[in-house]
């Protein structure tokens, strides 16, 4: 059965108003930003990040598990998994290069005086937002 078909045949279990609630909150999702995150060291913080994705309908979710690999907390993405797309990449190399064949300019923080403001990138170009997590020690 193609994926087509089975979501059709599942679409008859919902009821009229379901199923134009799920085709509102789709139509809010959005893959014009994307988020990135690379070795977070505390579970919770990718939970939570998924979470906030969600919440603000980016529908993906990069993560980078070079050195720190973990689960999502279940409890913490409160659900989240199940509506957002997770990638996971062993190095940061692979998912920069994933991020920019799939058109993304690549946004980061970072500590260093060689900067840029927000207001400087296209946001009508497709932009991916890095977060990084130290361990502290």
């Known amino acids: 059965m193609t994926d087509i078909k089975l979501l059709e045949y599942l679409e008859t279990y919902l009821t009229e108003n379901r199923r134009n609630k799920f085709n509102k909150v789709i139509k809010q999702r959005t893959k014009h930003f994307t988020v990135a995150t690379e070795d977070v060291y505390q579970l919770h913080n990718s939970s939570a990040v998924m979470r906030s994705c969600d919440v ?11 050195i720190n690999s ?3 907390d279940r ?4 659900g989240a998994q199940k509506w957002v797309d997770l990638n996971r990449f062993h190095s940061v190399k ?3 290069a994933d991020l920019k064949r799939k058109g993304y300019q690549i946004v980061a923080t ?5 900067d840029c403001e927000l207001q400087d990138f296209d946001l009508l ?3 991916v937002f ?3 997590e130290k361990q502290k020690g």
Not at 75 to 78: F, K, Q, S, Y
């Open 75 to 78: 409890e913490i993405a409160m």
């Open 56 to 66: 603000f309908g980016i529908q993906e979710v990069n993560i980078v598990e070079e």
């Open 110 to 114: 970072t500590p260093h005086t060689n």
């Open 125 to 127: 170009k497709s932009l």
């Open 130 to 132: 890095s977060l990084e």
């Open 70 to 72: 973990k689960t999502i």
């Open 94 to 96: 692979d998912c920069i």
